[in-house]
């Protein structure tokens, strides 16, 4: 069942105009908290936002899609939640594998849930951090969008050298991802 979930869920960028309960997205957060950290350090704290006021600043700082031609969303299109995964840099300086494997958690028990996600590492964090008034001892790492799909998407053989996103002839993202044989090997082999 995991393996299923985890080769089906796929990145969503289009979302419906839905909310998500805010007990999904406190499970979310609470599979991030539960996740494994370096040294048990548990150096992450995580921003809710799922306030109508706020969605549309905290979308007005992230960059979206730079691998798909032409992608812009429409204004029925954009994420109904955040997670905002912060770095608190009294507890340590560094965290990105923490953030990773929490970031993985909250799309997971979303996927679960019915609910899509996007993991986001290109923000604008001084424009972000000024929205969301933070002490500055807590450093943005990455932003989870989060909403109900509103797009398909699916993995497919990649051809070549070519990882660039397309859409088919029924608008369904395809994501070229490397075959096996180009990213797994067993011992020794090369």
């Known amino acids: 069942m995991i393996y ?11 979302f419906k105009q839905q909310t998500v309960p805010k007990e999904v997205l406190r499970r979310c957060a609470e599979a991030a908290r539960l996740s494994p950290s370096g040294m048990n350090m548990q150096p992450l704290k995580y ?10 600043e905290v979308f007005s700082t992230l960059t ?10 429409a204004p029925d299109e954009v994420p109904a939640a955040y997670i905002v995964m912060l770095l608190d840099t009294k507890l340590r300086e560094q965290a990105d594998n923490d953030a990773g494997i929490a970031a993985m958690s909250i799309s997971m028990v979303a996927f679960e849930e019915g609910v899509a996600s996007c993991i986001l590492g290109s923000i604008d964090r001084a424009k972000l ?3 969301l008034k933070f002490p500055e001892s807590l450093k943005i790492l990455l932003v989870v969008a989060l909403g ?9 053989e990649m051809k070549g050298e070519d990882i660039k996103y397309w859409y088919d002839a029924d608008r369904v ?5 490397r075959s096996p ?10």
Request: proline share 7%; no cysteine; hydrophobic share 35%.
């Open 64 to 73: 979206w899609a730079r691998s798909i031609p032409g992608f812009k969303h």
């Open 47 to 56: 921003i809710i936002v799922n306030d109508k006021k706020l969605l549309p």
């Open 148 to 156: 109900y799909p509103a797009e398909k998407s699916k993995a497919v």
């Open 129 to 131: 951090a000024k929205i």
């Open 173 to 177: 993202l395809n994501v070229p991802k």
């Open 4 to 14: 299923e979930s985890i080769i089906n869920r796929r990145t969503i960028r289009r």
């Open 181 to 190: 044989k180009d990213t797994v090997t067993w011992n020794t082999e090369k």
